[in-house]
């Protein structure tokens, strides 16, 4: 059977729901499945694919999520490997995605088939101070703006891949 490696980091939980979401479409589409905080990964070569997701701050992935990717791009590379990104809110998402992340050096050091930029969630009151003084800042609007068709689709596009 298939086995797939989930990785995430995420702050306040929001973007490890769209690990879930992504891990269980995989599972219904018969792979077996492993999730793990991106910190927790000890290796990544025992898995035929791999998926990393992380939360975005001020444009940049997490530190574990992109600690996982430095300490195993050669194995990442050497696999079918897959990277989303959770961060823009609100109707229409800001900021717009071109702006949203940095992720093409990441993505090249990993050979990435794809990436995947999905809107987030805001509950300011999981927030801490600094937080909140940012998302006042920039008008960030509170709610839930995560699509969750797209991601199954895109999930489901991952375990097509794989199986053929």
Request: hydrophobic share 45%; proline share 4%; glycine share 8%.
């Amino acid at each position: 059977m298939t086995r797939v490696l989930v990785a995430v980091a995420s702050r306040h939980g929001a973007t490890r729901e769209i690990a879930e979401a992504v891990a269980r479409t995989l599972r219904d589409e018969g792979l077996d499945v492993h999730l793990a905080d991106a910190e927790d990964v000890q290796d990544v070569s025992g898995f035929d694919g791999v998926v990393v997701g992380s939360a975005v701050y001020v444009g940049r992935w997490l530190e574990p999520a992109r600690d996982l990717v430095d300490e195993h791009a050669d194995d990442l590379a050497g696999r079918p490997t897959w990277l989303f990104s959770s961060g823009p809110i609100g109707d229409p998402p800001k900021p717009v995605a071109e702006d949203a992340v940095q992720i093409a050096e990441i993505a090249e050091l990993v050979h990435a088939r794809d990436h995947r930029l999905f809107s987030g969630k805001l509950d300011r009151s999981t927030l801490g101070f600094g937080e909140r003084a940012v998302v006042l800042a920039f008008r960030a609007p509170d709610g839930d703006f995560r699509d969750w068709a797209e991601i199954a689709e895109w999930s489901r596009g991952i375990a097509a891949t794989l199986r053929a």
